[in-house]
């Protein structure tokens, strides 16, 4: 089950957005608001938002739900600022209800969408203006949230013991650990607990 939250300024997108959402026996719609802000106590697995792009922000304590963006501009513009808002689809308001949906459940499960001309134009843009990698300290690179979670994963904790501890969902925990193996680099959890030896990003 996706723990779904709907963001839409719109009245009209927001009544559409919801009953979508109720459409699909996999969602649990935990709000429906006209702005991310009142989003901030539900813990979503997903945020299902058409709001402005300079709305998004990083969470103020590290972590992000995924964001599926709905955007009325006719070329959404992907960018690391995007990214670091947690947005992993930017699909246009005039995406069908199968497309919003699959982006719903990718996003969930720590995937990114992405339309093919935005892939080509993020392949053609120069690496230090989008992708670079920022200055940091090795412990800079996980959020206080992702490296709990990956002394949780040290201690042999699956995802459901560490969604439990946490009080979170499952699908959360999911996205927590798919987001360390890819800041880390690594092919799996135990590569992980690893490297995050190795780099002192936990004790044992």
């Known amino acids: 089950m996706i723990r779904l939250a709907i963001a839409a300024t719109s009245a009209v997108v927001r009544a559409g957005l919801e009953a979508l959402a109720r459409s699909d026996p996999e969602i649990d719609l935990a709000g429906s608001f006209p702005d991310l802000a009142s989003l901030d106590a539900l813990q979503p ?3 299902l938002a058409a709001v402005p792009l ?3 922000a990083p969470s103020a304590d590290g972590f992000t739900p995924p964001v599926v963006l709905l955007s ?6 992907w960018n690391r600022d995007v990214l670091r808002a947690g947005v992993r689809a930017v699909l246009s308001r005039d995406a069908s209800p199968g497309e919003i949906l699959s982006a719903v459940a990718a996003a969930a499960n720590g995937l990114a969408v992405l339309d093919p001309h935005d892939l080509e134009g993020l392949l053609s843009t120069p690496v230090a203006a989008s992708f670079a990698a920022p200055p940091a300290t090795e412990t800079a690179v996980l959020t206080p949230r992702e490296l709990e979670v990956l002394r949780m994963m040290a201690e042999g904790d699956a995802n ?3 969604a439990w501890k946490l009080g979170i969902s499952e699908h959360t925990a999911k996205f927590h650990v798919a987001s360390i193996l890819t800041k ?3 092919a799996s959890r135990a590569e992980a607990v690893a490297i995050g030896l190795r780099k002192g990003l936990i004790l044992l």
């Open 54 to 56: 300079e709305d998004l």
């Open 184 to 186: 880390l680099n690594a």
């Open 72 to 77: 009325s501009d006719a070329q959404p513009a």
């Open 160 to 162: 459901k013991a560490i």
């Open 45 to 47: 697995d997903v945020i």
